[in-house]
């Protein structure tokens, strides 16, 4: 099998990527900024050098991981997060629908406006309210119109990446190594969901063949506070304090929705539901990962 990944050089991709290869899989990584990791630059919004790329490589399958994922960028530069989620998207779609490849896209499970009590199913309506959010299901969308042959797999909140975290874990551990008290906010909820375990339910995903919508997120769903609160046990940083506040002592450009837990309810039909274990135990895995690679 040979795959095609854009946005190769971030979290999502260090994780993907090798494991394609393990599997046997011919892999083509590709980003706008290749900084000397054997990945082919490609730049998504570059209508021309996409279908180019596309057209040489004909992979079987593309996977699109490329985003700009810096939701509170996005909110300050809404045109900036267009081009690049919105018409990034729809380029890396048509290149797929002109040569009949299988496109893989990475949703978020922010798309949902958070008022749900219960996690979200794949068949709730997406109701967006940032502009991240906003460009990520747009791109849903497209991929939903262009193409029949697609696999969409909606992601929670991010953590793995090692030294290319820069999501809230990474943020954590930083302010426990330097800081005797650390806030966070306990009124935003949502499924973390670690690298390794998503790039491996994909994978498994893609055999059984079924195409469509899957939300894929590592089991059960927290506070920011609890995530946080996890961590700091993990890493037995006793000496620090974890204040729990609500979001509104911690103002940001984009809003985030009060809750953006979801349930793997398609994953589950398809009979892969073991695939994603608790997060408390993925985030533990990822934590010893972390470890050890600073002690090599
Ligand atoms: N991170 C999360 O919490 C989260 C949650 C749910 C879903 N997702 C989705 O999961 C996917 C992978 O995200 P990730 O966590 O791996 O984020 P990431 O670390 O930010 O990776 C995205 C990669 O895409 C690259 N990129 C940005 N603009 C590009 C362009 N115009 N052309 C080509 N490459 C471009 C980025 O390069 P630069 O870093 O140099 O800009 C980065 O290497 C994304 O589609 C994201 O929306 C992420």
């Not at 795959?3 to 979290?11: C, D, H, K, Q």
């Not at 997060?81 to 890396?92: D, E, F, H, P, S």
Request: glycine share 6%.
């Amino acid at each position: 099998m040979k795959y095609l990944i854009t946005g190769a050089n971030g979290m999502l991709g260090s994780a993907l990527c090798p494991m394609l290869a393990k599997d046997g899989g011919e892999i083509y990584p590709t980003d706008i900024n290749t900084k000397g990791n054997n990945i082919y630059k490609l730049d998504i919004r570059d209508k021309e050098q996409v279908q180019a790329m596309v057209k040489e490589i004909r992979p079987d399958i593309l996977f699109h991981l490329a985003a700009e994922t810096n939701v509170d960028k996005c909110e300050l530069e809404p045109e900036h997060a267009y081009q690049t989620n919105v018409l990034g998207t729809k380029n890396i779609a048509l290149a797929c629908k002109e040569m009949g490849i299988i496109m893989v896209y990475i949703g978020t499970c922010s798309i949902f406006d958070g008022k749900k009590q219960e996690p979200y199913r794949e068949t709730d309506t997406p109701n967006p309210i940032s502009v991240y959010s906003k460009t990520k299901l747009e791109g849903e969308r497209i991929v939903q119109d262009l193409l029949e042959k697609y696999f969409i797999f909606r992601a929670g909140w991010m953590m793995g990446g090692n030294k290319k975290d820069k999501k809230f874990v990474a943020k954590i551990i930083e302010l426990l190594e330097t800081q005797k008290e650390i806030r966070a906010v306990d009124d935003k909820f949502g499924s973390p969901t670690f690298t390794f375990d998503i790039s491996r339910a994909m994978i498994e995903t893609i055999k059984v063949g079924r195409y469509g919508l899957y939300h894929m997120t590592n089991l059960g769903s927290c506070s920011r506070y609890e995530l946080a609160c996890k961590i700091k046990e993990y890493l037995k940083k006793d000496d620090v304090i974890i204040k729990p506040i609500p979001s509104s002592e911690f103002p940001l450009p984009a809003p985030r929705p009060r809750s953006e837990a979801v349930e793997n309810f398609n994953l589950s039909s398809i009979g892969l539901g073991h695939i994603m274990r608790p997060w408390e135990e993925a985030l533990k895995i990822y934590l010893e990962q972390l470890a050890k690679e600073h002690s090599e």
